[in-house]
């Protein structure tokens, strides 16, 4: 329920200080398990996927966001869970196969980071890792916006991509780093890169 009322808040307030364009809603599976990549220029990077998607979100973000009060129980009501991007995280990647388990939807931004280019070598493997390993599709996003009131904001959805099919079996991490860089490669092509 809060998530659905602030959902439709946060569209409306974005509608008003952009002028949003969504491409590609068509490719977004109705139902299963997903795994939402996209690439990561903004803190408003989330909010702006989330307030347009069909469906709703579970977010992997940063610890440090949970630190203090004022945004730890918003996030946490919002599906936002917290990861430690220094170090493995194992309690991160077990609620995020739970997620996944449960046939809900994961959002991730592979280059664990916000960035302002493209560079493969940001990519992160355990995207790779979570969507094998949950046999869970990936659906690429493209977030075109310098984030300048009333200019132009697009969100552009590619075809979802089923990595299980194409690696089948047990993968080591050079394989995992592969696939995490051919899924940041394929968020970039979206926004003509």
């Given amino acids: 329920m809060f998530y659905s009322v602030v959902k439709v808040i946060i569209a409306f307030i974005f509608r008003i200080i952009f002028r949003i364009k969504v491409e590609g809603e068509e490719n977004i599976p109705p139902e299963g398990r997903l795994v939402v990549c996209s690439n990561h220029f903004s803190n ?15 977010w992997m973000g940063k610890k440090e966001l949970f630190e203090g009060k004022i945004l730890k129980y918003p996030l946490s009501w919002l599906g936002v869970f917290p990861v430690d991007r220094h170090e493995t995280d194992i309690t991160a990647v077990k609620t995020a196969l739970k997620i996944l388990k449960e046939e809900r939807v994961l959002g991730i931004f592979p280059e664990g980071t916000r960035v302002k280019e493209y560079n493969p070598d940001n990519a992160k493997s355990g995207v790779a890792l979570l969507a ?9 996003i493209y ?10 904001l697009t969100i552009v959805i590619g075809e979802a991509i089923d990595y299980t ?6 993968l080591d991490n050079e394989q995992y780093n592969q696939i995490s860089k051919d899924i940041l490669k394929k968020i970039y092509e979206l926004g003509g890169k």
Avoid at 165 to 170: H, L, M
């Fill in 44 to 58: 408003w990077d989330p909010l702006v996927i989330a307030a347009f998607f069909k469906r709703k979100i579970s």
């Fill in 132 to 140: 094998l390993r949950s046999k869970a599709p990936v659906l690429p």
């Fill in 143 to 152: 977030i075109k916006s310098n984030y300048k009131y009333f200019k132009p």
């Fill in 165 to 170: 099919k194409q690696y089948p079996g047990k």
